[in-house]
């Protein structure tokens, strides 16, 4: 196939997905007569997305601040514990089987002790933000500066080099591919967090908007308020996407997967 067909097709194929799946949704539930608090038909989704659109922006706009405060703060902490952690072996050893074991701890059961903390509002939906999405830029950014070659190390040590000038010059470069693709992985997680604690502990965000509507049985507006979510999810991975690519092109390869031969 050609190349630029090729690309063309790749950037069109989750669109196409989406209008195929929306479509057979559509017609599913018709076919089926499946009532709205049930599942919702995707035109009535969107119905509900325009009729409370106020509503769901400003829920939205909370949501997005909340999720982008922990985030970034994930990624300052995460960034210097993964360095602490990859470049050296004693902190290897003893801190990272605490960090898998913090992270294996379910965050929604801390947002009550939270609350108890620092009371109901944004708070814990910044602090549970946080907390799901350091975890992957801490052991991606660990990885990529533990995985450095024993032999790459002799010979900058012959050269002269100390070992913070190995880690700065490059072991940071080289684990920037890593980094990159943990900030993919943690922005989901980051609005994950943001959701789950504004459902338990928050009179603002999405996370609320769908706990009233669902509680009211408004279903078209729980399902708008989820996708609302899920597109700024996107429009965060894309966006990290499109700076990897040109911070790290040189670790970027084509795939090829042979379509058209």
């Given at each position: 196939?050609?190349?630029?067909?090729?690309?063309?097709?790749?950037t069109a194929m989750p669109w196409l997905i989406v209008i195929v799946g929306l479509l057979l949704w559509?017609?599913?539930?018709?076919?089926?007569?499946?009532?709205?608090?049930?599942?919702?038909?995707?035109?009535?989704?969107?119905?509900?997305?325009?009729?409370?659109?106020?509503?769901?922006?400003?829920?939205?706009q909370h949501t997005l601040i909340t999720t982008v405060t922990g985030f970034?703060?994930?990624?300052?902490?995460?960034?210097?514990?993964?360095?602490?952690?990859?470049?050296?072996?004693?902190?290897?050893q003893g801190l990272y089987p605490l960090l898998v074991g913090f992270n294996s701890v379910p965050k929604v059961a801390l947002v009550p002790l939270m609350v108890?903390?620092?009371?109901?509002?944004?708070?814990?939906?910044?602090l549970t933000a946080?907390?799901?999405?350091?975890?992957?830029?801490?052991?991606?950014?660990?990885?990529?500066?533990?995985?450095?070659?024993?032999?790459?190390e002799d010979v900058?040590?012959?050269?002269?080099?100390?070992?913070r000038d190995i880690v700065v010059k490059v072991g940071l470069p080289r684990a920037m591919p890593y980094?990159?693709?943990s900030l993919k992985v943690a922005i989901t997680l980051a609005f994950v967090g943001s959701v789950i604690a504004?459902?338990?502990?928050?009179?603002?965000?999405?996370?609320?908007?769908?706990?009233q509507a669902s509680a009211n049985f408004r279903v078209p507006l729980v399902f708008a308020g989820l996708f609302v979510v899920s597109a700024m999810g996107i429009l965060m991975y894309v966006g990290f996407a499109m700076i990897e690519r040109r911070v790290t092109g040189w670790a970027i390869r084509p795939v090829d997967f042979g379509i058209g031969g």
């Open positions: 196939m050609i190349p630029s067909v090729r690309r063309n097709l790749g559509e017609a599913s539930c018709r076919a089926f007569d499946m009532p709205e608090f049930v599942l919702p038909r995707p035109s009535r989704i969107i119905e509900a997305l325009i009729a409370d659109f106020g509503a769901i922006w400003f829920h939205a970034i703060l994930a990624v300052l902490f995460g960034l210097v514990l993964g360095i602490l952690i990859g470049s050296s072996q004693l902190a290897y108890v903390w620092f009371g109901i509002g944004t708070a814990p939906a910044v946080f907390m799901l999405s350091f975890f992957p830029v801490a052991v991606n950014v660990a990885t990529g500066l533990a995985t450095l070659e024993p032999e790459l900058l040590r012959s050269l002269g080099a100390t070992r980094f990159f693709a504004e459902t338990l502990a928050s009179n603002e965000g999405i996370g609320t908007l769908v706990e």
